[in-house]
């Protein structure tokens, strides 16, 4: 029978692998996926990319989008029923599929990350500045400046522990999602000129300009949700992490989903396809119309906080998913040292913020925040892609033996997760080949970060490192497993 299988034991009591066991509970895990998903951040950033590529159909992207995305959060669930592990999808897809396989999906994590890190931080300098002046927010350097002690910050919050890590989302998380919940149904209520609402924005089809139209509106879209799986690499510093882990992840999804359909019905309403283009400041222009200046400034503060949570999820979830293949010996074992007081990644921790930092200031020679965000938006989007399918794959194999037990099973840990997983390869193959492909540009970042993780996969492969001979028990569900897992 397949049992949760923990990661190495420390000698510490209070950790599990070296990492704090039991810090965080459900609430944490929810607020957790709030905070990755950074729905004002999105909301400020990805808009004008949406609603360029769908026009008044971007809730229907974001619909259509939410439901293989629940299926892949679902997938997560119930993977981390049988596995607690730090690597998340790195563990899981290894075990349930090929080590290889796992390490893909493990690196396609890393570097999405990374890459989001870079890509966010300017705007965190940008919308930070420009609460105190326009002047400042259009200069690029003082942009950088800022961005960068803000990132520093989260840095040294996430190097000290997770419990502080955590106190501190839930005060920037909480209000911002209370600051959307109140603008939301006010721009609701308020209506606009630029259109009248239609029941045919939620559904869409016919709208796309085809498969492949719909493909590049989806892609962009997987972006907004992308960031609630930060969850499941704080399962071996989560109480009761079987449960409360996956379940944090999925009402994430949920919520973060009514979020993005509130604010893009409004923003449809309020605003002309050529006005969401021509905005520097999306969410900002649309609090001033709602009620003037001072909730325009409000919405931006929501951006600022969303932006800096965001970044300190990212954070975990790269330094967590390093910490584990440091551990398993698939990257260099440094990696895999805990600090002995604060009980996190610290080797992780700084080494992705020194490299975070040099790229953060040698992209901005590769344009303005538009061009940097558009394009990086689009490289994690296939980044994202590749560990969500590979999960959405994983569970399917692993629960093979007891799929079709019963609906609830048959639906939980076959139907929903393959559909996500279809869904994102489906992604992956209409950015690459259909009639609106991605640019050399845009997939050379996206496949060519994942592409550099051959290099360690195959150094350490070649050395001997047992974990790709056996990366643990294999992850084969029996019907013996169903009662434990919530079956």
């Known amino acids: 029978m397949t049992t949760v299988v923990p990661a190495q034991e420390s000698s510490n009591p209070e950790s599990r692998g070296g990492l704090r066991e039991g810090a965080l509970h459900m609430f944490d895990t929810i607020i957790m996926a709030f905070a990755g998903s950074a729905p004002a951040y999105s909301l400020a950033a990805t808009t004008p990319l949406l609603i360029g590529a769908a026009g008044l159909y971007g809730p229907a992207a974001l619909l259509w989008c939410a439901i293989p995305m629940l299926g892949i959060a679902i997938a997560f669930s119930y993977l981390g029923k049988l596995d607690v592990h730090a690597g998340a999808s790195y563990s899981w897809v290894a075990r349930a599929l090929h080590p290889a396989l796992g390490f893909i999906s493990g690196w396609s994590l890393v570097v999405s990350a990374t890459i989001f890190m870079v890509a966010g931080s300017l705007p965190a300098g940008q919308y930070t500045l420009s609460l105190f002046s326009d002047t400042a927010a259009n200069n690029t350097w003082a942009c950088v400046g800022v961005g960068a002690f803000v990132f520093l910050v989260m840095a040294a919050l996430v190097l000290r522990g997770v419990t502080i890590t955590a106190r501190a989302q ?186 975070s930092l040099v790229l953060f200031v040698a992209s901005t020679k590769l344009g303005g925040v538009s061009t940097i965000m558009g394009d990086a938006i689009t490289a994690i989007g296939l980044q994202i892609c590749i560990y969500y399918a590979l999960a959405g794959i994983a569970v399917v194999v692993a629960y093979r033996k007891v799929a079709f037990t019963s609906v609830k099973s048959a639906i939980l840990v076959a139907i929903w997760p393959a559909i996500g997983a279809v869904f994102m390869i489906f992604l992956l193959i209409q950015s690459c080949f259909g009639p609106n492909r991605l640019t050399g540009a845009e997939m050379a970042i996206g496949f060519g970060a994942v592409a550099l993780g051959l290099i360690p996969m195959a150094y350490y492969w070649i050395s001997g490192s047992p974990w790709f001979r056996n990366p643990g028990p294999r992850l084969d569900a029996v019907p013996e497993t169903v009662a434990e897992v919530g079956l």
């Open 170 to 355: 839930w005060i920037m998380t909480g209000i911002e999602v209370a600051i959307l919940v109140v603008f939301g149904i006010a721009a609701l209520i308020h209506g606009g000129d630029a259109a009248s609402f239609q029941w045919s924005w939620l559904w869409g089809w016919g709208h796309f300009g085809g498969m492949s139209g719909f493909a590049g509106a989806a892609l962009i879209a997987a972006f907004y949700f992308w960031g609630w799986d930060v969850t499941a690499n704080l399962s071996e510093e989560t109480h009761d992490s079987e449960k409360n882990s996956g379940l944090g992840g999925m009402i994430g999804v949920v919520g973060v989903f009514v979020l993005f359909e509130i604010f893009t019905i409004a923003v449809n309403m309020m605003f002309t396809a050529q006005q969401v283009q021509d905005s520097d400041n999306l969410l900002g222009d649309l609090g001033n119309m709602v009620a003037g200046n001072w909730a325009g400034k409000t919405l931006v503060f929501a951006v600022v906080l969303s932006t800096i949570a965001t970044l300190e999820t990212t954070l975990i979830q790269v330094t967590r998913t390093l910490f584990a293949m440091g551990r398993d010996h698939t990257i260099p074992s440094i990696f895999g040292a805990a600090h002995r007081r604060w009980l996190t990644p610290w080797f992780a921790v700084v080494v992705v913020t020194v490299v």
